[in-house]
């Protein structure tokens, strides 16, 4: 499956949700690094990279590297940061 052969309507708004969960990320990130927050972010961000692979396959990081080129901002690893506060 190629990218080009997808609803340009559909990409165009996978990249502007993956805009908004990223700079939500960074935001959040930059108040509390090791908060609940930034981790709910983290958390939202990894659901929709993960649909997008689920759906696109391998032409899911050229909608990653959209967002990355759009925001120039870095998408953070998935794994907790030690010392993260959970709340259960």
Known sequence: ???ALQ???TISRLV???ELLLK???S?????PAGVETEFAR???KGWRSTLHTLYRDCAE???N???TRTHLIIPNSEVPVGASHAY
């Not at 959040?28 to 509390?32: L, N, P, Q, T």
């Open 7 to 9: 609803n340009a309507e």
């Open 62 to 64: 050229d909608i990653v």
């Open 28 to 32: 959040e990130s930059e108040k509390d």
């Open 16 to 18: 502007e949700q993956g």
């Open 43 to 45: 958390g939202e961000l």
């Open 24 to 26: 939500t990320f960074h």
């Open 1 to 3: 499956m190629h990218l």
């Open 66 to 68: 959209r967002v990355i």
